[in-house]
């Protein structure tokens, strides 16, 4: 651990940021799992069978019922065309709450990844200008050295520098990481509220009888 302390403090100024931002990566990167593979995790096919077997009942309490027990995305975008239904919208009605609730949805899930990417780059970056600083103030300094100490504080200013690339890449290269895992994770989420936001549509469209709503829903189309 003092060995670690005492690379920071050789590192120069450029080792402030770069912890900032990997302060700032460690924090989005715990708070997005915990988001997308907990919070917002359900198991689709579960899902859409629960929904399915009420559906089937004309039971429209127990299919809003099936969505308040989970919190995630798809359960919110599925209600919203389900209270539609109740509310007997029509066939268009029905697929402009399911759009709506997706648009509203989605930007949720993809919240803060970006980041990621953007510090990991930075942190790169900004241990490069500190290298280059550092490098810069050792030369400066070993010119006005005499003969017998240019090496050794010409290897000693390398040494400090080459700590601030060192840890910027330490930095960097976990958040590129939990970049690209969340970013994935994220987009197999919109595709399962894509999926299973049409496989609802056309069930509900092909079982509207069921609910007494079919009459009504074709004559507000027909107006």
């Known amino acids: 651990m003092s060995g670690l302390l005492l690379a920071y403090q050789e590192g120069g100024w450029g080792m402030h940021p770069i912890l900032m931002l ?28 629960s ?40 066939d268009a009605e029905i697929q402009a709450a399911l759009d709506e609730g997706a648009l509203i949805e989605t930007p949720k899930i993809e919240k803060k990844i970006g980041f990621l990417a953007v510090f990991g ?30 090496a050794a504080k010409l290897t000693s200013g390398i040494s400090e520098a080459m700590h601030c690339t060192a840890f910027g ?13 969340l970013h994935s994770r994220a987009q197999t989420l919109v595709e399962d509220i894509n999926e299973i936001s049409i496989r609802t549509l056309n069930f509900i469209l092909a079982n509207r009888e069921r609910f ?6 074709q004559a507000g189309e027909a107006a």
């Open 22 to 49: 990997g302060v700032a990566s460690i924090y989005i990167t715990a708070e997005r799992i915990n988001q997308l593979y907990f919070k917002m995790n359900i198991n689709k096919e579960h899902f859409f069978k």
């Open 51 to 90: 929904l399915t077997t009420y559906l089937l009942k004309g039971d429209l309490e127990g299919m809003l019922l099936v969505c308040d027990q989970n919190q995630a995305p798809m359960s919110k975008v599925v209600k919203g065309c389900l209270i539609k239904l109740i509310n007997r919208g029509t």
């Open 121 to 150: 780059n930075v942190a790169t970056l900004v241990g490069l200008l500190g290298t280059i600083s550092g490098l810069i103030m050792s030369f400066a300094a070993v010119a006005n050295a005499d003969a017998a100490t240019k």
């Open 169 to 181: 890449l330490i930095v960097a290269v976990p958040a590129v990481l939990a970049f690209a895992f």
């Open 212 to 217: 007494g709503v079919g009459e009504q829903a």
